[in-house]
């Protein structure tokens, strides 16, 4: 059977591996069991380079190594081997997540902090601004700015973009309530249906007929405002500007102000 080589980039991007563990690997799945010199022959791989490969195809859990002479291989259910491979991520993630939370304890981090506030200071307050690029790179910077709030939240936003807000940052939500923070959201909607129970009754909600706007703006300091209509623009182009200063913020804040007033509450 010969492997199509559109199959063989798409495996090598999904698993990890190089060309000669691939081919080695979809020659094997083809056989079922086989030795290093029939799937070298399959494969088209050098016979000098099959053990090795076939080695670090068996550390990473796509073969097993048969009992018994001559030495063959057992190709490894594809199922089993996406199971194995999601619990090495979960693992690795697992452990280097541990090892950021780790780092807060230790002096480095005490050294990053002192860095970062001599630089502060001595940059002018209007000059903390930068440009956030992609709606992923958006919601990130977003999501910081959220679990830095200590007193309010105010958001103003498409439809669309309540709905999307409100599923992404669900546990966030959860989160500042429990601070006791709190949290507006006006946009154009006709209900809050879709949104869940727990976000409901964490956010309060004011429906605002014809707001074009999109911002979030945190403790009244700090403000990420979007450039482009979200019906517009692919959510890949989506740009947002983001401002560390009171006096700038304190003006999408009076801006938020009056839109509220005039909104009327959503249950």
Request: aromatic share 8%; hydrophobic share 40%; glycine share 6%.
């Amino acid at each position: 059977m010969i492997v199509k080589e559109e199959l063989l980039k798409k495996l090598r991007a999904s698993f990890d591996l190089n060309i000669y563990e691939v081919k080695i690997w979809t020659s094997l799945l083809c056989r079922g069991v086989a030795t290093a010199g029939e799937l070298s022959d399959i494969s088209q791989i050098p016979r000098s380079r099959s053990y090795d490969v076939l080695d670090s195809l068996e550390k990473k859990g796509f073969v097993m190594m048969k009992l018994g002479k001559p030495i063959k291989y057992i190709a490894i259910e594809p199922t089993e081997i996406i199971r194995r491979i999601k619990d090495q991520v979960k693992e690795k993630s697992k452990a280097r997540i541990e090892e950021l939370s780790n780092i807060k304890d230790e002096s480095l981090f005490t050294d990053l902090n002192l860095l970062y506030g001599q630089g502060v200071e001595k940059v002018d307050s209007t000059n903390l601004s930068g440009s956030v690029q992609g709606r992923d790179a958006i919601y990130s910077q977003l999501k910081g700015m959220l679990e830095s709030a200590k007193k309010e939240v105010v958001i103003a936003t498409t439809g669309e973009g309540a709905f999307r807000k409100m599923k992404k940052f669900k546990s966030v939500i959860a989160k500042l309530k429990d601070k006791g923070v709190s949290v507006k959201v006006a946009a154009p909607v006709e209900s809050l249906d879709g949104i869940s129970k727990d976000v409901r009754e964490s956010v309060a909600f004011k429906k605002v007929e014809g707001l074009d706007a999109r911002f979030c703006v945190v403790d009244r300091k700090q403000v990420l405002f979007m450039v482009s209509d979200d019906k517009s623009v692919h959510e890949t182009y989506d740009s947002a500007v983001w401002v560390d200063a009171p006096y700038f913020s304190e003006s999408f804040s009076t801006m938020f102000d009056a839109m509220w007033t005039k909104g009327s509450s959503l249950k």
